[in-house]
């Protein structure tokens, strides 16, 4: 089993600057790929990034490429997104994912393991 816990999200104006931190615990974190995604109001929940188990691979949604920033630290079993130039459009709640294999995933059902959410509202 793991546990997902994320924290981070808020209220921010456009433009500005978020980082999203998803604590894991329970597996060997260095093992598992991670990813997040979001759903947004109305719409159903959509890749953001993922990276590898050791980190040496991405991969990013269109849609935050060039804006977003995933990584982790094996360390303190925890991955990050660093999220920049945030729009009203990224508004959504943010769910941390981890799955079993060190391979990049995009899709939701390579994911076994799931946090709760934290929320990203961005004000225009």
């Known amino acids: 089993q793991v546990q997902l816990l994320e924290s981070g999200g808020g209220l921010v104006q456009a433009g500005g600057s978020l980082r999203l931190s998803c604590a894991a615990s329970?597996?060997?974190?260095?093992?598992?790929?991670m990813g997040w995604f979001r759903q947004a109001p109305g719409k159903e929940r959509a890749f953001v990034a993922a990276i590898s188990g050791s980190g040496h691979s991405t991969s990013y949604a269109d849609s935050v490429k060039g804006r977003f920033t995933i990584s982790r630290d094996n360390g303190e079993n925890t991955v990050f997104l660093q999220m920049n130039s945030l729009k009203p459009e990224d508004t959504a709640v943010y769910y941390c994912a981890a799955r079993v294999g060190m391979g990049v995933r995009r899709l939701q059902s390579e994911y076994e393991y799931w946090g709760q959410g934290t929320q990203v509202t961005v004000s225009s």
């Open positions: 329970g597996r060997t974190f260095s093992s598992s790929a």
